[in-house]
């Protein structure tokens, strides 16, 4: 079994992430031992949106184009409604989201974030939560929808909003140290 002291988790995000979102598993899973980089489309750093306005820049670690799946152990996708809707128009994003989804290893998404699930047809037929507004988006694209704190499916990880956070960060760092789920991958 690996232990979260070991492991490299992604964290995937563009301008307009939900703050509360990438910040606090980006210090939780960082406080737990981890190696967490925070990747990107772009290089430099990214806008957090704080509930009604734009607030803290994060530093990018790494640029999507030079990571490579095999390099991380977890994928983190924060919400947040920008964040997400930019990030399933990138193919490259929606690719990456697929293949690592594939790897068998845990895929944790937040919010708004199950929108790069469905673009990536990854929800049908599994259970998963999100951010009520979009309730209908994850059961229209085949999901099993559940108004959970946390619902976890085969190492894929969904949550609703930040007050969740606390179960969404406890399930990441317990799904990262099961280690890969071999049976799973996109239908």
Not at 155 to 171: C, E, V, W, Y
């Amino acid at each position: 079994m690996p232990k979260i002291t070991e492991a490299r988790i992604a964290i995937l995000a563009t301008d307009g992430f939900e703050q509360v979102e990438l910040t606090e598993p980006l210090e939780k899973l960082r406080a737990a031992g981890a190696t967490v980089d925070v990747i990107s489309t772009k290089s430099g750093s990214i806008t957090g949106w704080d509930q009604d306005h734009w607030d803290k820049e994060i530093p990018v670690d790494k640029e999507l184009s030079q990571v490579r799946t095999t390099d991380y152990d977890a994928l983190v996708l924060p919400g947040g409604q920008i964040n997400p809707d930019k990030l399933r128009s990138d193919p490259k994003v929606v690719s990456f989201v697929r293949e690592f989804f594939n790897s068998k290893k845990p895929l944790a998404a937040i919010c708004h974030a199950p929108w790069l699930l469905i673009e990536a047809d990854i929800v049908r037929g599994r259970d998963v939560t999100s951010y009520k507004s979009i309730k209908t988006d994850v059961v229209n694209a085949g999901g099993k929808w559940h108004d959970e704190e946390v619902v976890v499916h085969q190492a894929l990880i969904t949550s609703r909003n930040p007050g969740d956070l606390p179960a969404f960060i406890a399930k990441i760092i317990e799904e990262v140290e099961e280690g890969r789920h071999e049976d799973r991958k996109v239908a």
